[in-house]
C-alpha cells in the first residue's frame, strides 16, 4: 500500500541522507579507544578471563588428584586382595595338614588296636 503523500526522488534522497548523516553522527559519538570507561571495561574483561583460566587450571589440578587418588586407591585394593588371597591360601594349607595329621592319627590308632 502506498503513503497517501507521494513523495518525490528529491525528498527521499534527502531522507537517505539524513539518515546516513546520523549514522556518521552516532559513530563520531562512539568513546575513542583510550577513554577511561574503555579501557576499564577492557581491564574488567581482561580480569574475567584470567579467573576464568584460573578456574579451569584448579579443576584440571583437582580432576588430575582425583584420578591419582582413585588409582592409589585401587592399587591399595588390589594388593588388599592380593594379601587376602594370599591368607586364604595359607590357612587351607594349614587346615590341610591338621586334617592330615589328625587322618594320620586315627590311622595309627586303627592299625595299634588291631595289631
Do not use: C, H, T, W
Not at 518525490?8 to 559513530?27: D, H, I, P, T
Not at 576499564?40 to 583437582?62: P, Y
Not at 592330615?100 to 592319627?105: Q, Y
Request: glycine share 2%; net charge positive; proline share 2%.
Amino acid at each position: 500500500m502506498r503513503d497517501f503523500k507521494d513523495k518525490g526522488l528529491s525528498e527521499r534522497l534527502q531522507n537517505a541522507a539524513r539518515a546516513k548523516q546520523a549514522l556518521v553522527q552516532k559513530l563520531r559519538e562512539r568513546p575513542l579507544a583510550d577513554d577511561p570507561a574503555i579501557l576499564q571495561r577492557k581491564a574488567e574483561r581482561a580480569a574475567i578471563v584470567a579467573a576464568r583460566e584460573a578456574r579451569a587450571s584448579a579443576k584440571a589440578l583437582e580432576e588430575k588428584g582425583r584420578a591419582e587418588q582413585a588409582a592409589r586407591e585401587s592399587e591399595e585394593r588390589a594388593l588388599q586382595a592380593m594379601r587376602q588371597a594370599e591368607e586364604d591360601e595359607l590357612r587351607r594349607a594349614q587346615l590341610e595338614a591338621e586334617q592330615k595329621v589328625a587322618r594320620d592319627a586315627r590311622y595309627a590308632a586303627r592299625k595299634k588296636r588291631k595289631g
